[in-house]
Structures are given as structure tokens and as C-alpha cells.
């Protein structure tokens, strides 16, 4: 004689449940992860800025000086005529800003004595503005 008594059986309608409740939280923590926006642009742009500043700075440690204007950016990949202790390149290639431009180069930076400058304008192209449309800059300015 079994002594056991038949286990109760759960209706379907508890387990539906359980599972609803495992997967309204499943969705509660996965959901905005999975929405969430890309990065701002502004964080590639800035994040090539420091790309291109490290650059020009390896190539300053290795010549004594910064590119010309004349050579800019091209200074980091082929060796300018003239330029002693050139061990580039520096880039594989100059990388342009999160919308596609060119950056600009300025050198002497703005003091007018030294340094340089990298520049980009933003997502209008044009200097001066607000938001995705302000400037950014390595701010460097030595």
C-alpha cells in the first residue's frame, strides 16, 4: 500500500502567470538597453580630435616641430620633403569628423606664437553655433 498521496496538479493558468511575470521583467530591463539611443556624434568627432592630436604629437616628439601649414595633415603620412627624423606615418589615413568633413589644421595655434590646433565645425560646417552645430576643438593653444 503507497502511502503517498498523488501530488496536486497546478493548473495551467499559475504557470502562464510565471511566465508573464519572468517576461514583463525581462522586458523591464532589456528593453531600454536595446532602445537606447547611439552615442552623441560629438563623442566620435572629439574622439578622432584626440586621434589626430596624438599623431601630431608623435610627429613633433620625432622632428622637434609641429607639421607646417603647408603639409598639415599629409605630414602625418608621407614624409615631407626636407623633415629630419620622420618615422611615419603617423595614420593609416587622417580621419575626417563624425559628419564627413575635413577637419582644420592651425598652426601656429591661436596665440599666434605656437602650438596648433585642431578644428572641427560641427554638423552646419560653418564656424560659430550651438549644439550639434558648435565648434569643437583639441582646445590646445600652447
Known amino acids: 500500500m503507497n502511502n503517498s498521496s498523488p501530488r496536486p496538479r497546478r493548473p495551467i493558468k499559475n504557470w502562464l ?3 508573464g511575470v519572468v ?3 525581462a522586458a ?4 531600454p538597453k536595446v532602445l537606447a539611443p547611439p552615442p552623441p556624434p560629438v563623442d566620435q568627432t572629439e574622439q578622432r580630435i584626440s586621434i589626430l592630436c ?3 604629437d608623435h610627429f613633433n ?6 607639421p607646417s601649414r603647408k603639409d598639415g595633415f599629409q605630414a602625418l603620412l608621407v614624409k615631407p620633403e626636407g623633415v629630419v627624423n620622420w618615422h611615419g606615418p603617423y595614420l593609416e589615413k587622417v580621419p575626417k569628423d563624425q559628419w564627413g568633413r575635413d577637419f ?5 595655434g591661436n596665440n599666434g606664437r605656437t ?3 585642431v578644428y572641427s565645425y560641427g554638423k552646419d560646417g560653418v564656424p560659430g553655433g550651438t549644439g550639434a552645430d558648435s565648434d569643437h576643438s583639441n582646445g590646445l593653444d600652447y
Open 17 to 19: 502567470t510565471g511566465i
Open 23 to 25: 517576461a514583463v521583467l
Open 54 to 56: 596624438s599623431a601630431i
Open 28 to 31: 523591464i530591463v532589456v528593453v
Open 104 to 108: 582644420v589644421y592651425q598652426v601656429p
Open 115 to 117: 602650438g596648433y590646433v
Open 61 to 66: 616628439l620625432d622632428t622637434g616641430h609641429f
